[in-house]
């Protein structure tokens, strides 16, 4: 059986723009978050290491790419983690698993009006039901045990997820519609899909739904840039949010944003050219 990381310690890059920098990064278990001007390399950091484990590289028991990661516990040979980039782009990129169905149910498909984050919070839709399935056979089993108070506790949390996206949406007086298994909501007495939802709406709504699926699993979040389209009080929540939404989760970040860090993460800020080695050859 593959076992899988909790998180990772330390992230190495050799040859870092042509050779010129080697990057030795000291994570924390919790909250990381890679800060610096535009050009010095954050998101090719950050892209470095997602495009290894995507790869499929064991870490730590062997380079890849030029990238070699320490994780915890040692011998852990898999990490799980997920990437959440701003997708406002149009379809210029390969599309993920469910083009075809999307191109059948959204009009505006292919036309201009349709981005990378439908695509994904289409997919984050399934993987929400898969969680409600599983939290559902657990109630089910705590309640045949008896245990009233267990099958109460394993639906706080879909039940605060669907708190907090009311509580950010309620200017525009959207709201989750709970008698559904799927995402969708109300405005004004009109049902509304997540596509047709604001690019910041979508932006937040596909973090939030991106950390509440891994269903309490540690696992490493890695968000580029995760500011861009989102309100500056939804950008000072970010952090907290994720973390009271899945307290296992390892944050790996990169911001331009002093407000994403406002809320008592300033401890958490890494500068790019204070992880940066100059290799002497």
């Known amino acids: 059986m593959q076992k899988y990381a909790d998180y990772i310690k330390r992230i190495e890059i050799d040859s870092l723009w042509s050779g010129k920098k080697h990057i030795v990064w000291e994570l924390n278990p919790r909250v990381n978050i890679l800060s610096g001007i535009n050009g010095v390399g954050k998101s090719t950091i950050l892209n ?9 590289g064991e870490f730590p028991s062997h380079m890849l790419k030029g990238v070699k990661l320490d ?16 997708l406002d782009s149009n379809l210029t990129q390969a599309l993920s698993e469910g083009e075809g169905i999307l191109r059948q149910s959204i009009p505006t498909f292919g036309n201009g009006g349709f981005s ?19 939290i559902g056979n657990r109630i089910i089993a705590s309640l045949q045990q008896g245990d009233t108070e267990g099958a109460q ?25 709970r008698t559904e298994n799927e995402i969708r909501f109300t405005q004004i007495g009109e049902l509304l899909m997540p596509y047709q939802l604001s690019s910041g709406e979508k932006q937040m709504l596909a973090i939030l739904l991106t950390v509440l699926v891994e269903d309490d699993q540690p ?17 000072k929540r970010l952090i ?17 944003s002093p407000a994403v860090v406002m809320n008592g993460w ?6 790019v050219s204070d992880i940066e080695v100059k290799n002497e050859n």
């Open 71 to 86: 994780v915890e516990p040692q011998d852990a040979r898999w990490i799980r983690y997920d990437l959440i980039r701003s």
């Open 153 to 177: 506790k394993l639906s706080m949390r879909k039940s605060r997820f669907q708190d907090i996206v009311d509580e950010l949406f309620t200017d525009t007086g959207k709201k989750i519609v």
């Open 240 to 256: 907290d949010l994720c973390i009271e939404l899945n307290p296992n989760v390892q944050i790996i970040l990169t911001t331009h």
């Open 219 to 235: 696992y490493v979040l890695f968000m580029d840039e995760p500011e861009v389209s989102l309100h500056i009080e939804w950008q």
């Open 266 to 271: 300033i401890d958490a800020v890494t500068e």
């Open 48 to 56: 470095k290491v997602v495009r290894g484990l995507a790869a499929g």
């Open 116 to 134: 990378l984050l439908d695509v994904q919070l289409y997919n984050l839709q399934r993987k929400y039901l898969d969680y409600q399935v599983n």
